[in-house]
C-alpha cells in the first residue's frame, strides 16, 4: 500500500474556525491532492500540487488554501469553516503524472462542521 | 471540459450474477486516461484499472473485465459470478488534455445480496 497518512481521520468543529487537515506521504511522489466527496457528487478537486510550493485550483477551490513546503506534507486549510463543507476529505499521490501512474488515495478525513 | 457520466447510481444483484457497471465519458482530448477505483464500505479509494485512449483491448483480470469502446466513449466494467464482497460504491474517472487533473463519476452503489 501506498504510505498515505491523513490526520486527523475525524474532526468535528464549528462554523468559523480554521481548520487544517494534513497528509503525509513517505513514496517522495510529486504530485499530491486533495478532493472532497460528498453524495450525489463523487469526489471532487479541490486543490492539486505537482511539486514544493507549486499548486493549483481544482473545481470546488473556493474557501479552501492549500500549501506544500516540503515534498511529503500538503496541507488543506479552511480559513474559516462552513457547514457546506462538511463531508469527507481525501488526499491522494501520484509519480510520473496520471499518464503513467493511477493516483493512490489516503483513507480519508471525516469533518463536521456544526 | 471533461466529463464522466454513471447513470447507475444503484444497482442490487444476488449473489453469483454477473453485473456491468456502465460508463460514459466526454473529452475533446485525443489522449486521456480511464480509470475505475472501488470503495468498500470501509471506505478507502482502491484502484483497480487504468486504460490510456490508445488501447482498446478489453481487459481481463479474473472475474473482472473492462470493455473499453471509444466509439461509443464508454468505459464499462462487468463482475462475472458476483460475491458478497463485491459490494463497493465504483468510481469511473478520466484524465485528459494534459493536465494532473482527474475527473471523477458520481459513482455506481453495488450491492451483492447473499
Known amino acids: 500500500d501506498a504510505g498515505i497518512t491523513q490526520s486527523p481521520r475525524h474532526k468535528v468543529t464549528e462554523t468559523g474556525t480554521p481548520v487544517t487537515l494534513r497528509c503525509h506521504q513517505t513514496?517522495?511522489?510529486?504530485?499530491m491532492y486533495w478532493y472532497r466527496q460528498d453524495p450525489g457528487h463523487g469526489l471532487r478537486l479541490i486543490h492539486y500540487?505537482?511539486?514544493?510550493?507549486?499548486?493549483d485550483k481544482g473545481e470546488v477551490s473556493d474557501g479552501y488554501s492549500v500549501s506544500r513546503s516540503k515534498t511529503e506534507d500538503f496541507l488543506l486549510t479552511l480559513e474559516s469553516a462552513t457547514s457546506s463543507q462538511t463531508s469527507v476529505y481525501f488526499c491522494?499521490?501520484?509519480?510520473?503524472?496520471?499518464?503513467?501512474?493511477?493516483?493512490?488515495f489516503g483513507d480519508g478525513t471525516r469533518l463536521s462542521i456544526l | 471540459a471533461q466529463k464522466v457520466t454513471q447513470a447507475q447510481t444503484e444497482i442490487s444483484v444476488v449473489e453469483k450474477e454477473d453485473v456491468t457497471l456502465d460508463c460514459v465519458y466526454e473529452?475533446?482530448?485525443?489522449?486521456?486516461?480511464l480509470f475505475w477505483y472501488k470503495q468498500p464500505p470501509s471506505g478507502e479509494l482502491v484502484f483497480l484499472i487504468r486504460?490510456?485512449?490508445?488501447?482498446?483491448q478489453n481487459e481481463i483480470s479474473g472475474r473482472y473485465s473492462w470493455n473499453f469502446q471509444k466509439s461509443t466513449s464508454s468505459f464499462n466494467f462487468t463482475i462475472t459470478a458476483s460475491q458478497v464482497v463485491d459490494s463497493a460504491v465504483y468510481f469511473c474517472?478520466?484524465?485528459?488534455?494534459?493536465?494532473?487533473?482527474?475527473?471523477f463519476g458520481i459513482g455506481t452503489k453495488l450491492q451483492v445480496i447473499p
Open positions: 491522494a499521490i501520484s509519480d510520473y503524472g496520471l499518464g503513467n501512474q493511477p493516483q493512490h
Open positions: 513514496e517522495n511522489h510529486r504530485y
Open positions: 500540487s505537482y511539486g514544493v510550493k507549486d499548486t
Open positions: 473529452t475533446r482530448d485525443t489522449t486521456y486516461y
Open positions: 486504460r490510456n485512449s490508445f488501447d482498446e
Open positions: 474517472a478520466l484524465n485528459s488534455g494534459g493536465y494532473q487533473k482527474v475527473t
